[in-house]
């Protein structure tokens, strides 16, 4: 099947920074956690490969978000969190599982196959495990294929509905899976359950209060939704039934249309209700109404295009979370907006030399636990490279950089913006190290000063605006280290004196005074990027050829650096951060050009890099920080 789709092999390629910077909610601001919900493919007449969004707490017509990898109907989707996906379709039919991330508009990517070719399927989730249930494969089946959301690659049987049937749809809650009605042939009432936790054959749960073919479905942490369908005849029925207790459905209310083959999609309080056919033709209409409360349906908008047997999805399903108003503000694909003085998961990149090799000030960021391309933050108050970044949880700040300066810049995580003043280094340099925080103190060291390098190390508090402060010298004067840190102690690692040097120095972040010898590198010169978790520092690639090692040392521990493994491609001069778990190398220069490659390594497994996505677009030199490692959120 893969040979017949020869684009499949080309779904790593597809993203483009203009698709993925969409302005998802037309003000600049990202969507409020646990409430965008998608609209996928379907017949418009002929096959579609469309995804719109929505922002569920509003109303109006839907965007365009993205496309998926190949045009179909006849398509289930999922989610967690984080991550959507989109499986089957009606094109010979299709075994295809596309996916994206909910932070980055844009074109779907090839997460794996199900187990079966098969169109007009049901699928359901919660945060873990994605589940798609029956469809048609030229006759019915009764299979159940599953997935884990976060881990790229093929589904795997789970066990078997009680009946063969297509035109079926399912929701969920966190632990139970629903499949109701369906085609088997003839519409039938049945609903059958799973539990996600385990894998089996599905049991009878009840019925619906009349049996028909392509209803949607959608739903809350405690309730179950079933919408429209054939009975023969198009229906507006919604029903409903309590997931936590086996019965048969009640009736709800109604839709505004009576539709067959719609999707449904929630964020846990609202739901809605998109396409399908009505009576004979395709529709655009997006219905809602509160979970909650029995009533009819609302008119919400329009999706961008008239289409029926499509799939729909939510980051805010009820199966997921429940949804909590949230203030506009930077979105954070944990379920969380970043708030001030609160664990984040943002990696920040200030600066830089572009794919034209000028050096410019664009600021722009990334979610260390969510796979993705890199979207646009704001600018530095000037355009420079080599500024060495710091943080707290709530706050960056990027100090110094070429052309020779001491300005210090700010900006704070939860706010997308451009920076702000925070004072001034001790001194002028470009070239400077950053990464070293306890969480209250940053720290920059070294540089390049007028007549060669620099062993000045300052600080400043990051909670408090004003100039830096003398914290001690170098070991040895060089340029270009990476710094990277626990709560207690910060290591700078390699760098240029002019020439490369491999030198590790440590000092203790609370106190003041010189730094001491660590250890070596197993490469010399200025890394791509450096970060730490609460016991192991690392750093990657050197200007040693340019060098693709990544290299750790623990860090209670003086000594020399260790092998990890290997980055996907050989580079200097980039920008890294981490979080708890997740390190990542971005950028860099590679032999007479940059790059926009992104890669990630799990910090306490050692081994080789792995593909994360792309900088907006091919850059060196950045200031990096995050609000998110152990140094700044423990």
């Known amino acids: 099947m893969a040979d017949s789709y020869p684009r499949r092999d080309q779904a ?28 996928s493919g379907g017949d418009a007449p002929s096959d579609s490969s469309v995804q719109d969004s929505v922002v569920i707490t509003t109303t109006g017509n839907a965007t365009d978000f993205g496309d998926l990898v190949e045009a179909r109907a006849g398509v289930a ?33 090839d997460f794996g196959n199900l187990t079966q070719a098969r169109s007009f399927l049901g699928s359901s989730s919660n945060n873990t495990r994605g589940i798609w249930g029956g469809g048609y494969t030229g006759s019915r089946v009764n299979t159940i294929d599953f997935v884990t959301i976060a881990t790229l690659g093929n589904a795997t049987d789970f066990g078997d509905l009680t009946r063969s049937h297509n035109s079926l749809s399912s929701t969920s809650n966190s632990t139970r899976a629903l499949f109701g009605g369906g085609d088997a042939p003839g519409a039938n009432d049945t609903i059958d359950f799973v539990e996600f936790s385990t894998t089996g054959n599905a049991t009878d749960f009840g019925n619906l209060s009349s049996a028909r073919s392509g209803p949607s479905a959608t739903g809350s942490s405690t309730r179950a939704m079933f919408m429209g369908g054939d009975t023969p005849s198009r229906s507006n029925i919604i029903d409903y039934v309590e997931i936590g207790s086996l019965g048969n459905a009640i009736d709800f209310g109604d839709l505004n249309v009576n539709v067959l083959r719609g999707a449904g999609t929630s964020n846990g309080v609202r739901a809605l209700n998109g396409g399908g056919y009505d009576p004979s033709a395709p529709i655009n209409n997006i219905d809602f109404f509160t979970i909650a409360t029995r009533s009819n349906a609302t008119d919400f908008g329009d999706l961008t295009a008239a289409r029926s047997s499509l799939g729909a999805y939510s980051n805010g399903h009820g199966g997921l979370q429940e949804f909590q108003p949230r203030a506009p503000e930077l979105y954070s694909p944990t379920g969380k907006v970043v708030g001030e003085g609160s664990q984040g998961d943002l990696l920040i990149l200030a600066g830089g030399r572009n794919d034209g090799d000028t050096i410019d000030n664009v600021i722009q960021f990334l979610t260390i636990s969510t796979l993705g391309n890199a979207l646009e933050f704001g600018d530095l108050s000037s355009a420079r490279r080599f500024s060495g970044g710091t943080s707290s949880s709530s706050r960056a700040a990027f100090g110094g950089g070429s052309p020779t300066v001491n300005t210090i810049d700010t900006i704070q995580f939860n706010t997308k913006g451009n920076a702000s003043d925070f004072g001034d280094r001790t001194l002028a340099s470009d070239f400077v190290a950053g990464g070293i925080t306890n969480g209250t103190r940053g720290l920059f060291g070294g540089g390049t000063i007028p007549g060669g390098e620099s062993n000045t190390m300052d600080y400043i508090t990051v909670a408090t605006l004003g100039n830096a402060t003398d914290f001690g010298d170098l070991t040895q004067a060089r340029t270009g280290p990476h710094g990277a840190s626990n709560t207690t102690r910060g290591i700078w690692g390699g760098g240029q004196t002019p020439s490369n040097v491999n030198t590790m120095d440590y000092i203790t972040i609370a106190s003041t005074g010189n730094a001491t010898d660590f250890g070596d590198r197993t490469v010399s010169g200025i890394p791509v990027g450096s970060f730490a978790d609460s016991t192991r520092a690392c750093w990657g690639g050197a200007s040693d050829g340019p060098s693709d090692v990544i290299d750790y040392v623990t860090i209670a521990s003086t000594g020399n650096a260790t092998d990890f493994g290997d980055l996907t491609l050989a580079r200097r001069e980039g920008g890294g951060g981490a979080n708890a778990t997740r390190g990542l190398f971005c950028g860099g220069e590679v032999p007479g050009d940059r790059t926009n490659v992104v890669d990630y390594i799990t910090i306490q497994t050692t081994g080789n890099a792995t593909d994360f996505g792309d900088l907006t677009e091919d850059r060196r030199q950045m200031g990096s920080a995050s609000n998110c490692s152990v140094a700044v959120s423990s």
């Open 77 to 109: 989707g999922c989610a967690s969190f984080t991550r959507g996906l989109v499986g089957g379709g009606d094109d010979s039919p299709d075994n295809f599982i596309d996916y994206n991330i909910f932070s980055s508009a844009g074109n779907c990517a």
């Open 12 to 39: 790593r390629g597809i993203w483009k920074i203009g698709d993925i910077t969409k302005n998802i909610k037309g003000d600049g601001t990202y969507p409020d956690a646990g409430v965008l919900g998608i609209f």
